[in-house]
C-alpha cells in the first residue's frame, strides 16, 4: 500500500518515480499517468458514450408518438436497453480506468502544509549546521546530529524534485519522521505527540468500528512515556525490562520518539486509508445510482408507451425492478460503511455485495412475480386479479417488485416455508 521509496536509495537532486525501463506502466509513476492503450479505451468509451446517449434520446422522442405516426418495430425494449447498457459501460469503463490516478489525487496533502514542513525542516536543518559549527568538535553526538541534519536536507530535496503533485502521506512521513528525531525538548515532543493523537482520535470518532476507538485509546497510552509519564505504563513496563541500562530523562525521550514515530506511521496509513474508501464509497455510489437510472425507463416502458407494449409490467420489468429494489438496499447499507475499513480491503466486500444483492434483487423479483402470477398469493393488494383495477394492474407491479428486491433475504425465507 505504500509508495515510499527508500531515502538512501534517492537522488535529493532528481525524481527516482518514473521507472528507467519506458516498458513498466505509466501507472506505477509517482504521479501516475495512463498508458497509451488505457487512453485509447477511454477515449473510445467516451465517443460510444456520447453517441449512445444520442440515440437514447432520440429513442425516447420516437417514443413518445403513437403508432400511427411512426413505422412499427419488434422489440421496443432494444431501443432503449442497447443504449443505456453502452452507457453504463462508459460509467463503469471511466471509473475503472481513472481509479488509480483518482486513488493518487485523493492522497495527495494539502500543498500549503507540506510547504510548512519543508520550511520548519529548513530550519531544523540550519539549526543543527550551526550548533555544529558552533561546538567544533568532533564527538559522536555532534557527528550524528550532523548526520540528522544531512539527511532531512536531502530528503527536503527529494521531495522539491517530486513536485507537489506526488506528496502523498507515504512520500512525506519520512521527513516527518526525521523532525520527531530532531526535537530536543520535552514540550516539543510532547505539544507533538498531542496534536497526532487529536488526529488519530478524530478518525476514530467517525469511524463505525470499535476497533479504530481501541487503536487510539492503546496509542494514547503508550504515548504518556512523554504526554503523562508518571502514569504511563509503558515507561515503568521499559524500566523494568532495562533494569541495568539508562534511566534518565534522554532515555525516556529517546523512547517517547520511537513511539511517536510509529503512530506517525499508523497516522498516515489511516489516511491514505481514509482517502481510498472515500474514493471507493463515491465509485460504489455511482455505480448503483447509475445503474438504478438505467433501469428505471427500461422497467416502466409499457407504462410510459402502453399502445407499445401489453400496458402492464410482465416478467421481464419485474426482474428489472427486483434488481433497482436491491442496489436501493445497497445504498442504504454503504451509508453505513465504515471509511477507513473500506479503504483497508479495497471495497472487496461492498463491491460483492453490490453484485451478489443485484443477482438476488433479480431472482427475487421473478419469484414473487411467480407467486402473485400463480395464485399462490391473493388479494387486494396483489396485482394480477380479476378484482383489480387496470391502474391497480399497472402501479401494484412496481411497489411488490421493487419491495421484493430491497426485502428479498424475506422473499428466499417465504419460498423456503412454502415448500416445507
Known sequence: MSDTIPVED???????????DRAEGKRFRNPPELEDWQWYVLCALWVLGLCSLLFLIGACIWLVFPPEHKPQVSCEECLLAIPIGFILLWVYGHLWLKYDLNIHERQIQDRDMIEALIQNANEVAGRI???QQASGGESQDNSAALGLGEEIEAEIGRLRAMTPEGWTYYQTLHLDQLLVDALDTEEALKARAELRLAVLKDYGEESSYQFDTEQYQNWENRLKVVTDPINSNEYWLHRGQLAD???????????????????????????????????ILRNLRIGAIFTILALLPIAFLPVMCPWEMCGSIGWFEWGLLGIVGALLSVLRQLQNSDVIELGNTE???????????GLLGLVAGLISFAFIKSGLIAGRLFPFGDDTSPAANIFLPVIWAVGSGFWFEKIFERVRQTTG
Open 245 to 279: 541500562q539508562d534511566h534518565s530523562e534522554d532515555a525516556r525521550l529517546r523512547l517517547g520518539k520511537e513511539t511517536l514515530k510509529a503512530l506517525l506511521e499508523y497516522v498516515a496509513e489511516t489516511e491514505s486509508d481514509w482517502s481510498s474508501g472515500s474514493l
Open 129 to 131: 549546521r550551526r550548533e
Open 347 to 357: 471495497g472487496k466486500k461492498e463491491f460483492m455485495r453490490a453484485v451478489v444483492g
Open 10 to 20: 534517492s537522488d535529493p537532486q532528481q525524481s527516482d518515480y518514473s521507472p528507467p
